[in-house]
């Protein structure tokens, strides 16, 4: 690490965290960015960092040039697995001028070419106090103070946050709320299985996004209600879920392991996020719940779920459904097929029109009372 260890560079920029703390509204203000990469280049370890000097350049160029330039060919360029930059997102507030040091993961490579993407599932091996915090799973380019995103910049993926998660939220549902033989081959896994699973859910994650007649970044306004923000989050887990059920290059161990990782996690453990006032990712699967339940897919049968048969041949019919409305927009107004989109999610969701906002299902509200998750 440029003859310094990660601690005492991560040290420097917890520091410099603390001097600017309560400066965010300066963030974009050249005299402000001036002074943050003078304290930069000035720190005896940090300031040595290729990640820290390619910041300090930016930094200075800012108001000419509003883009982290130097910052992303870095991280792009997968130099030496260290990040760093200066960032501004709302729904990660403990982020502001942040280091990590990251490691990657072994990925299928058929998994790698045929589904594609920018994503980066990493182990963070690392970092500064904002990345400490438990919502911070992933990074997106455009969470730096530039808001940009290139087509070609990564989207990282903090895998051991995922695990984590899994372990402390989901793994105590699955034994609290699945029946007996629901998702085998889930029970009793070690932690890098877990990390595998997640390792391929958010690499058929973020390829989906980028799939179908209204991809997520070009829709992205369209979607960005909290149900229809919610329902493209399904639209592609379910698509990956797909993905490994029928895709006979896969490995088929591996592939149904990440088949019953994905639909734990988006069936259970979401649904009890936000609780009293769910999250978008809260109110998908309250609608994947009652599409399954309605179409025959699951039962809630004395305080069990179980997972029928047909499941997957319901699977396939919820992403027809979307699909098939998202097909209007090459003949329809946006607005009009965003009403259908958004019909669609009423229509297997509880919104209360007084509250103008949705309401958990009270079986997930009391488990997670009664586990404590």
Not at 14 to 31: M, P, V, W
Not at 93 to 99: A, C, F, M, T
Not at 242 to 265: F, G, K, T
């Amino acid at each position: 690490m440029s003859n310094s260890t990660a601690s005492e560079v991560i040290d420097e920029v917890n520091g410099l965290r603390e001097k600017i703390k309560g400066s965010r509204d300066s963030f974009r203000d050249q005299s402000f960015l001036d002074q943050l990469a003078q304290l930069i280049a000035d720190s005896p370890n940090l300031g040595r960092q290729p990640a820290a000097r390619a910041l300090v350049e930016d930094l200075r160029n800012y108001s000419a040039e509003p883009r982290l330039a130097a910052v992303k060919a870095h991280i792009n360029g997968e130099r030496d697995h260290h990040l760093f930059s200066l960032f501004d997102a709302s729904y990660f507030p403990s982020l502001s001028l942040e280091y990590l040091t990251y490691e990657t993961l072994p990925t299928n490579p058929h998994l790698a070419t045929r589904y594609a993407s920018n994503t980066m599932p990493v182990n963070i091996t690392a970092s500064s106090t904002g990345f400490e915090s438990r919502v911070v799973v992933a990074l997106f380019p455009e969470n730096h103070i530039d808001g940009f995103q290139h087509g070609d910049d990564l989207i990282f993926y903090f895998i051991n946050k995922f695990v984590e998660r899994h372990n402390r939220i989901t793994r105590k549902m699955i034994d609290a709320v699945m029946a007996e033989g629901s998702l085998p081959l889930l029970r009793g896994v070690d932690d890098r299985t877990v990390e595998q699973a997640s390792s391929w859910w958010v690499r058929l994650h973020e390829y989906h996004h980028r799939q179908g007649d209204m991809p997520i970044p070009e829709f992205l306004p369209i979607k960005k209600l909290k149900p229809l923000a919610g329902l493209e989050e399904l639209r592609v887990d379910v698509s990956a879920m797909l993905v490994c059920l029928n895709d006979r290059e896969l490995p088929q161990q591996e592939a149904q392991l990440a088949y019953e990782y994905i639909l734990s996690e988006r069936l259970l453990r979401y649904a009890v996020e936000g609780i009293p006032r769910p999250n978008y990712d809260a109110v998908a699967s309250q609608l994947l719940f009652n599409y399954l339940s309605e179409h025959g897919g699951i039962e809630l049968r004395d305080g069990l779920i179980r997972l029928h048969d047909e499941l997957p041949a319901v699977l396939a019919a919820f992403l027809g459904e979307i699909q098939r409305i998202e097909q209007r927009i090459h003949t329809k107004p946006v607005e009009e097929v965003q009403q259908d989109l958004l019909g669609f999610t009423n229509r297997y969701t509880d919104y209360d029109p007084v509250a103008k906002d949705y309401r958990h299902i009270p079986f997930f509200a009391e488990i997670k009372e009664r586990l404590g998750v």
